[in-house]
């Protein structure tokens, strides 16, 4: 691949579907949006391999939703890591750039040796969507389960949704000839089409009681399910990663027999939405007595955007429902 190919297929969502399986997916790299989403904070080596896995996840999932607005994925857990956070946006305009941006929140001092999953105890693994004005935003809740971050997103539209879902996921630090160390990720989603009635009735038959594939569709639709899955397993590390393999060559190499057929391309770049607009805003609903215990000593109010590190300093006499002056009259 030539190095004008490599750029082209970074940080980019491949849609496509196969036709003969009534199977849709997706294939992503992340390049230049993981190092500005990990840039932004000194994360230990697992914690920053738990943020690129969620934040590859996010970029599969939410080019499949049509989004107004808003995807959020997150992570509460009692383990080391407490949370992690992503928001995917969708472009503002045909042809435009979706935005991602994630961050995580842990322990220092409870981190382990073991993998990145083993930092991540009980908990639930959580998808909102948020379509914007004059909407009511979607929550879906699934248990932690499995071993990985994957594992909790197949179960969570197994569960939610009744849809079959796959990913198939890696990354991690890679160098290039003459190139810096840096974090890339590449992954494949599979999912079987929408039925008109689901199939599954009950509790499941994976962990937990938990939905699985064998659960939600059955005769030919399982069948096909399970061959695509056999063939997405022949895939190796370097494939989804790239960059020496397009994802259409990829596509052809994997699904050839099941007549894959690609749509457009998806642009996504590290993006945050934080704005001293934004933090006012969130600050309207205190009282001065409120804002007053939100002063420092210097006489200022902060505020640091947990996403992108962008750091606030406010007026106190500016802020809440009783300012006492608006936010151009303290320049």
């Keep these: 691949m030539t190095l004008g ?9 491949l849609p496509f579907q196969l036709d003969q ?11 230049g949006v993981l190092d500005g989403i990990l840039k932004q904070h000194d994360y230990p080596p697992v914690v920053e391999a738990l943020v690129a896995e969620m934040a590859l996840l996010t970029a599969l999932i939410g080019q499949t939703i049509k989004l107004r607005w808003k995807l959020s994925l997150q992570v509460q857990s009692k383990g080391p890591v407490r949370m992690i956070a992503t928001d995917y946006y969708g ?34 693994f959580a998808v909102l969507i948020d ?19 994957k594992d909790c997103a197949e179960a969570y539209f197994a569960q939610s949704e009744q849809l079959p879902t796959r990913f198939s996921l890696s990354f991690g630090k890679s160098t290039e000839a003459g190139g810096e160390e840096h974090w890339r990720a590449g992954g494949v989603m599979l999912q079987h089409m929408p ?28 069948e096909n399910w399970n061959r695509v899955n056999t063939l997405l397993d022949t895939v190796d590390d370097l494939e989804l990663i790239g960059p020496s393999v397009a994802p259409t060559d990829l596509l052809v190499r994997l699904f050839h027999e099941e007549t894959p057929r690609v749509f457009d391309t998806q642009p996504v770049r590290f993006g945050c939405t934080c704005t001293e607009e ?17 002063t420092t000593p210097e006489g ?3 505020a640091d955007c947990q996403f992108c590190g962008a750091h606030y300093t406010l007026d106190p006499k500016t802020l809440g429902f009783e300012a006492e002056s608006d936010p151009g009259d303290s320049a």
């Design 5 to 13: 190919q490599k750029i082209a297929w970074d940080d980019t969502i």
């Design 21 to 31: 399986s009534d199977i849709r997916g997706r294939v992503a790299r992340l390049d």
């Design 91 to 124: 472009p503002d305009k045909p042809g435009g750039s979706a935005r991602i941006r994630a961050y995580a929140s842990f322990d220092r001092d409870r981190l382990t040796e073991g993998a990145p999953f083993d930092q991540v105890g009980e908990g639930y």
């Design 131 to 149: 379509q914007g004005k004059d909407t009511e935003p979607y929550q879906g809740i699934t248990p932690i389960a499995g071993s990985g971050l």
């Design 195 to 222: 039925k008109a009635s689901p199939h599954a009735q009950g509790g499941g038959s994976g962990e937990g009681g938990l939905l699985e594939a064998r659960d939600i569709v059955d005769g030919d639709d399982l």
């Design 278 to 294: 934004r933090v006012r805003s969130s600050l309207s609903i205190y009282s001065a007595r409120d804002i007053e215990k939100m």
């Design 300 to 302: 200022t109010v902060t």
